[in-house]
């Protein structure tokens, strides 16, 4: 588990996903991508995982994922083969805010 703050930028010990956090909550929490934890980049060398079978669904580089709260939201700053979740819940990319309309 570490202290997310908004900037950290992260990369997946499963496969080749990074990201930057966008917001975050306060305290520690479990954040992984193909099931495993995610790691700060550019910090100290860590042991590869597999990707978990369950947990391949893929990042989209540009996409902002977020919690179902709507507390945590990280941006892809490059795609993988994982899946970003938190506590066990997956992520999902969140949507566009709509344009207003222009009549």
């Known amino acids: 588990m570490v202290v ?7 990369k997946s010990l499963a496969c080749t996903t990074e990201v930057m ?3 975050a909550p306060a305290g520690d929490l479990a954040v992984t991508c193909g099931g495993a934890p995610l790691a700060p980049l550019g910090g100290p060398p ?3 995982t597999p990707l978990s079978p369950g947990s391949a669904g893929g990042t989209q580089i540009g996409k902002r ?3 179902v ?3 945590l939201e990280l941006l892809c700053t490059k795609p993988g083969r994982g899946t970003l979740a938190q506590d066990g819940a997956p992520l999902a990319i969140k949507s566009p805010k709509p344009l207003p ?3």
């Open 4 to 10: 997310l703050k908004p900037g950290m930028r992260l």
């Open 101 to 103: 309309s222009s009549d």
């Open 21 to 23: 956090v966008i917001q």
């Open 46 to 48: 860590q042991a590869t």
């Open 65 to 67: 994922y977020v919690n």
């Open 69 to 71: 709260a709507g507390d």
